[in-house]
């Protein structure tokens, strides 16, 4: 019982977590903490059990939803790498800082993380276009199916430190990073979402290689819970990419909003309560 109800968690969360570039930790994390402590399912889970399992999970959700997006050639690989830089130290220091969380601080800080980036996703497109980036950094183009090109751009070094800041965030609260960095992406490096997503999901395969190699030297893998959640992932992963793929980006924006707002929510009140 323990491990079907893990799978479609985990089904659940490659799906959402693939459509929307986020590696499906949002949706793992306060999924398995809910019915782990709250209902008592899963007695031995801890906040860096969950964020442990979450980002062995990401490996798979990764890998699976970047081969779906590059059959349509929407991955960016050189920005991937370039942000992957920044982002793999950064993963180490977050796994590190995870040790002194517990349940009710977890789910605090993890609610209001996640309220802010949706606040920023809500006012988007009633702010300017920021083109300081793009101006001032390596610029890129991509042209979309029915013909339309898009250029964005960042600096190098902006990008690093970025997603160094990002990586430390995703090795700390097991979130893959693409919470943060798709936002980014959108609002300041002026990426297509579409190529937004499937970069990020790039990003969250080579991010979670680091991030899982810390958490298991740290102990906070729950090895037994692994293989439901791998399998459900994986298979949810490509749902969600073939999804993506039929979606309008406004569509997938929304998306985004929606179910960080309603998560980000309850995790703040679980952990005020």
Request: proline share 4%.
């Amino acid at each position: 019982m323990e491990n079907v109800l893990l799978a479609i968690i985990a089904l659940c969360a490659g799906i959402l977590g693939s459509l929307v570039g986020l590696g499906g930790g949002v949706i793992l994390i306060p999924a398995t903490l809910y019915f782990g402590v709250t209902l008592g399912l899963f007695p031995d889970i801890t906040p860096q059990r969950v964020v442990g399992l979450s980002v062995v999970m990401m490996i798979f959700t990764g890998l699976s939803s970047t081969i779906s997006y590059m059959k349509s050639k929407q991955v960016d690989f050189f920005s991937g790498w370039i942000f992957f830089i920044g982002s793999a130290p950064g993963a180490i220091l977050g796994a590190w800082l995870n040790k002194g969380l517990n349940i009710d601080s977890f789910n605090l800080y993890f609610g209001i993380l996640l309220i802010v980036l949706s606040a920023l996703l809500f006012v988007r497109d009633r702010l300017k276009p920021i083109h300081w980036f793009l101006e001032h950094g390596m610029k890129r183009s991509f042209t979309d199916r029915q013909g339309q090109t898009f250029e964005y751009g960042y600096p190098i070094w902006f990008a690093v430190c970025f997603t160094f800041f990002v990586g430390m965030l995703s090795g700390l609260f097991g979130i893959g990073g693409g919470s943060l960095i798709v936002p980014a992406m959108v609002l300041l490096f002026r990426f297509p979402p579409h190529v937004a997503v499937a970069t990020s999901m790039f990003l969250v395969f080579l991010t979670s290689i680091i991030n899982s190699m810390s958490h298991i030297y740290l102990g906070n893998v729950p090895w037994h819970y692994t293989v439901p959640v791998i399998v459900g992932a994986y298979m949810g992963a490509k749902l969600g990419a073939a999804l993506n793929k039929r979606m309008k980006s406004k569509t997938v924006v929304l998306v985004l909003q929606i179910v960080m707002v309603l998560i980000g929510i309850r995790s703040i009140i679980e952990g005020l309560v």
